[in-house]
């Protein structure tokens, strides 16, 4: 089992022993490792009905390599914990492995090791590691008033699409029946089952100089919190700077939904959000969204978001 | 919840960046990380009923940070994937947590970061990082013929204790009556509960110059195959080396059991087995227990051990 997961999987230059022993070797040339782990679980952070193996691979991955991208690191390795059902097809887990190979290709990293065991659910524990190539790492308080927020990456495109696939029957009648823009439905199903967070931008931010960063994985409104807390600031956003994406606007119309609810509220994206001080020249992959003031909390249309979510804030 | 958990973690000298952010930042100053990663799983790794949570958490922290000393490598840092059930008692999440705390202040490791979901049962991916300080990691592929095979660390212990608690309320019952030597026996069940792996034996061991290591956590005759079959050589063990335990024989008088069964087949005690050229000097801590040859496998009285197991080898 452990022989065929790992035949699928190529090294890449960072992992210096791969899996097979009693630990892998990994590159950690900058002298200090960024790491970060996460469990997913079948049946909350996924299910086998609405995912491929594929993509459930590609995502578990995607959700801790931007977890090191928001560190303003580039990612160099995966470690792997897998809990496997004895019933699970073979062709399944060669797929998420596939998943999980693919992912890590995007940034250059590998999957270095990892575990097996039986479960009666699927079960992953990702580790992710990256280098910081000589820069500090850039954390969630460095956030200062003056400074302007910016996001690069999608926002509230695999929200919509988890909204269409638990509106379930009626809408895949309304995309098995034609109703337009069909393609931007379908690819924002494509974003919840699979992320594509700006892996890149992460260490582009902190070589620009990024104050306060951190990827968008519960929603840009509760994670800029984060920010706001941790920094002791207050961040205010404009609604008007957002560009609300085509499938976003698309699976709205077709669910009677406010588009900004999924673009402000949406997880799982894992866009990367930061704060930049004043006067940095930033690339069109950075859109500022909001800006820095002393005080506390995030602000949308002058108003804190509520406890009651959005309809109770709006 | 994670503030619960993390304020009861105080951060070694290896932590740069703690609990907190996206990722943890942990020194490598060799310029490589060693990393293993584990699932653990509640009815299969561990019982709540069997085990104090105290226990499941030193144990689970202890399997992991074996590992990377069986590279050769000093332990700096664990990050913790932890899924748990809605109804589980803080007390027990607390104890979990100290215990992961404090098995890893055995080895001057600290947990560096980790990951809360809810969970039907409850789920430990670990990850354990650590430091080879220049050293060559020990791999399992660096046995000669020539070479001498030695243990280091506790051997059947667990295996016993595991027997104990599994033969139930007559060992039970045994244990109340005052059954000498109890003491012996109430040691076996906690080698059960939680090992004690000879963590500084393997930076030891790799700089004495062992040619292949790794920690015994599915029986020695199992693990030291994994060597015998990566370094293309046959192990050659003489039973009447192996000094066993008080703790092991006390439970095998009871139980009626051959106490060089759990020697050499019982896991989880995570003793560290090595090969060492000939002519090294070996500290007391490690016991020479066989030889290596040409060959393949492993084998004990001249013969390689059966798929039936013991009694078939027997």
Known sequence: MVNRI????PQGAAVMLGPGDD?????????????STDLLLEGRHFRRDWSSPY????????Q???????????????????GIPADLPVKWLDELTDGFRDECAVVGASVAGGDVTRCDLVVLGVTALGDL??????????????????????LGHAAAGWALLEAGADTRGALEAGVEPRGALEEAVAAHRRPCPP???????????ASAMLDVSDGLLQDLGHVARASGV???????????GEPVAAAAGILGTDPLEWVLTGGEDHALAAAFPAGVRLPASWQVVGRV?????????????GRGGWDHFR
Do not use: Q, S, W
């Open 6 to 9: 790992t035949g699928r999987l």
């Open 23 to 35: 630990a892998a070797l990994v590159a950690a040339p900058d002298g200090r490792v960024v790491v």
């Open 55 to 62: 993509d459930v691979g590609r995502k578990a991955a995607a």
């Open 64 to 82: 801790n390599l931007a977890d090191v991208a928001a560190m303003g690191a580039t990612p160099t390795a995966l470690v792997i914990g897998l």
């Open 133 to 154: 190539g000589g820069r500090a790492a850039v954390r969630r308080d460095g956030a200062r008033p003056g400074h302007v927020v910016a996001v690069a990456g999608r």
């Open 199 to 209: 892996y890149l931008e992460g260490p582009r931010a902190a070589e620009l100089g």
């Open 234 to 244: 207050r961040i205010e956003l404009d609604p008007a700077a957002f560009t609300v």
């Open 293 to 305: 003031v002393e005080g506390d909390g995030v602000l949308v249309y002058g108003r804190e978001m």
